[in-house]
Nanobody, 115 residues
Framework: QVQLVESGGGLVQPGGSLRLSCAAS????????MSWYRQIPGKQRELVARIIGGGSTDYADSVKGRVTISRDNAKDTVYLQMNSLKPEDTAVYLC?????????WGQGTQVTVSS
């Protein structure tokens, strides 16, 4: 089965930066989009960023201007560069890859923003 391996999470001070990475354990055919979601304690899971098709991107209003999603389709890898982090960004971040047939989820990586 396909596994999405995430890395880059951790503890960072407010205003700091992190870069999350997520790579598939095997090649995935028919990739339609790659996304990052986050689960904030006490809130519903929300879409943070998504990159689709020819490279178009979408961002949640809460992270616009601070977050950049990028991809390497040849490696089935997606990245999330996060800058100017705020305590409210604290969450479990999950990557997701959608194909025309099914969806693959990562296990989640913890990001904690605290002074």
């Amino acid at each position: 089965q396909v596994q999405l391996v995430e890395s880059g999470g951790g503890l960072v001070q407010p205003g700091g930066s992190l870069r999350l990475s997520c790579a598939a354990s095997t090649n995935i055919f028919g990739v339609a989009s790659m996304s990052w979601y986050r689960q904030i304690p006490g809130k519903q899971r929300e879409l943070v960023a998504r990159i689709i098709g020819g490279g178009s991107t979408d961002y949640a209003d809460s992270v616009k201007g601070r977050v950049t999603i990028s991809r390497d389709n040849a490696k089935d890898t997606v990245y999330l560069q996060m800058n100017s982090l705020k305590p409210e960004d604290t969450a479990v971040y999950l990557c997701k890859i959608d194909t025309q047939w099914r969806t693959y989820w990562g296990q989640g990586t913890q990001v904690t923003v605290s002074s």
